[in-house]
């Protein structure tokens, strides 16, 4: 009668290994996907405050270009009044 309690036993423990065997490996599989799914979602986190940073770096760029350009049009402007006023001085002295 121990030998088969014994027999009993083993088998018990066989099928439990079997079945901690199965679990371990799904659970082990769906670890490691989650973990790939969290690498992606950094990633992309990543790459998306990366792509914010420089379309800010753009916007300052083109925000100085045209300051630059405004302040440049407004000298042009200065100048062609300038101009104008010497123009307006010749023909009155002429006239």
Same mark, same amino acid.
Request: proline share 0%.
């Given at each position: !009668?121990? &030998?088969?309690?014994?027999?009993?036993? @083993?088998?018990?423990?066989?099928?439990?290994? !079997?079945? $901690?065997?199965?679990? &371990? #490996? #799904?659970?082990?599989?769906?670890?490691?996907?989650?973990? @790939?799914?969290?690498?992606?979602?950094? %990633?992309? %986190?990543?790459?998306?405050?990366?792509?914010?940073?420089?379309?800010?770096?753009?916007?300052?760029?083109?925000?100085?270009?045209?300051?630059?350009?405004? #302040?440049?049009?407004?000298?042009?402007?200065?100048? $062609?009044?300038?101009?104008? %006023?010497?123009?307006? %001085? $010749?023909?009155? @002295?002429?006239?």
């Amino acid at each position: !009668m121990s &030998g088969g309690l014994i027999l009993l036993g @083993v088998m018990a423990l066989f099928f439990l290994s !079997m079945y $901690l065997y199965a679990y &371990g #490996t #799904t659970n082990y599989a769906e670890k490691r996907a989650e973990k @790939v799914r969290q690498r992606k979602r950094a %990633k992309a %986190k990543e790459k998306e405050q990366r792509i914010k940073v420089e379309m800010a770096e753009r916007q300052k760029q083109r925000e100085e270009q045209y300051r630059i350009a405004n #302040t440049r049009s407004l000298e042009i402007q200065k100048e $062609l009044k300038r101009l104008e %006023k010497l123009k307006q %001085k $010749l023909y009155k @002295v002429e006239a």
